[in-house]
């Protein structure tokens, strides 16, 4: 009898999985519970709970626990599929011989891995880390984490915090402290009860580890890649997103609604920060590669094109399996289709047009990836 074969999902940097009811990977769990069997996946698909601004070594040995503790109750195989830097943790983690801080048999949970697939992951890293690692960027990146758990729990974000988190945004050298302390709260007295004690707490501990950071600039990424070596046996895919660069065609495709023409801004801010990779700075494509994002684009990407989040070239390992327009939540079910039944609600009105329809395709894509790694 085959063994099973179970997909593990594992959030990345914005990944609050483990806030109870914020669901992260909600609509990518549902449709890959319903896209997998057909295709053979008869396992489990299962979230970790991560530290998502832990080092990597840390969070990728949280993810060994994670997988000891799967093939503990159900044994099988796995396909690994991480969002953001948790595609980083799931390329540690199959690292030949990698020495992690955990008591879990992290050698044994490499060996039953068949495949590895990251999804908007800064491979070669983002220049966006480069803004969180002064004192006054850690409180930002606390606020634009509150705001993204808040906006995808919600619907929306108040409009006023919107639009004073996308001036803060256009002008980070002269943001007061006090005006990002006020902005926090202000989101947080949105929640009540156990829920806020809970959100606050969090926030305390992830206050106390923010390795990540440094480790996922463009810099820290080149020593990173440097000392990671590929797994004989595994299969390593990637799901490539690319936003529209901001304008007029962006901002009308966000359309004439206060709130999106508030959020636009902020994806504004964002996107021209992670932009920010040097245009000198060359990453080597494959054949295969470069025609699956000609095919995708009209054209590669320049350095400058990117997610809101993370650079589109940066995203690129191994295979790809889908590249698409998408900021870096579309990706992962977090777009403007309110009306869906479970909704969908948008992260910021970025423009990409990605919607239901795109999204099904690219996981239906993966789920069929990962079935083709099942012996």
Not at 37 to 54: M, Q, S
Request: net charge positive; proline share 6%; glycine share 8%.
């Amino acid at each position: 009898m085959a063994r099973r074969h179970h997909v593990v999902l594992v959030p990345g940097f914005f990944g609050f999985a483990n806030l109870g009811d914020f669901a992260y990977f909600a609509h990518v769990r549902d449709l890959l519970g319903e896209a997998g069997p057909p295709l053979g996946l008869e396992g489990e698909v299962r979230v970790v709970h991560t530290e998502p601004t832990a080092s990597l070594p840390r969070r990728a040995a949280l993810l060994a626990e994670a997988v000891s503790a799967l093939l503990d109750e159900r044994d099988g195989e796995v396909t690994l599929v991480g969002h953001s830097s948790g595609g980083l943790d799931a390329r540690l983690l199959v690292e030949p011989g990698v020495a992690l801080p955990t008591s879990a048999d992290v050698e044994r949970c490499a060996r039953r891995v068949r495949a590895v697939v990251t999804i908007s992951t800064p491979h070669h890293g983002t220049p966006l880390a480069h803004l969180f690692g002064s004192l006054l960027g850690q409180q930002l990146l606390s606020l634009l984490s509150l705001a993204t758990i808040h906006a995808l729990r919600t619907g929306r974000l108040p409009l006023a915090v919107a639009l004073r988190l996308a001036r803060v945004l256009r002008r980070p050298g002269a943001k007061p402290q006090g005006v990002l302390d006020q902005l926090f709260l202000q989101l947080l007295a949105d929640f009540s009860g156990a829920r806020r004690r809970a959100v606050e707490q969090f926030f305390d501990a992830v206050r106390c580890d923010q390795a990540l950071v440094e480790q996922i600039t463009p810099a820290g990424m080149d020593l990173f890649n440097t000392s990671t070596h590929a797994r004989d046996g595994v299969r390593y895919g990637c799901v490539v997103s690319r936003g529209r660069p901001p304008g007029l065609r962006s901002l009308a495709r966000a359309g004439l609604d206060p709130y999106a023409q508030a959020t636009h801004a902020l994806y504004l801010a964002l996107y021209r920060f992670a932009s920010r990779t040097p245009r000198d700075r060359q990453l080597r494509l494959t054949a295969e590669q470069a025609a699956a994002l000609r095919v995708a684009y009209g054209r590669i990407p320049d350095a400058a094109a990117n997610d809101g989040i993370v650079p589109t070239l940066s995203q690129v390992w191994g295979d790809v399996i889908a590249a698409v327009w998408a900021d870096h939540h579309d990706v992962i079910g977090h777009f403007h289709q309110p009306t869906h039944v479970p909704p969908h609600f948008d992260w910021v009105a970025s423009g990409t047009g990605f919607a239901r329809p795109h999204f099904e395709a690219t996981w239906r894509a993966v789920a069929a990836y990962a079935a083709a790694s099942v012996p």
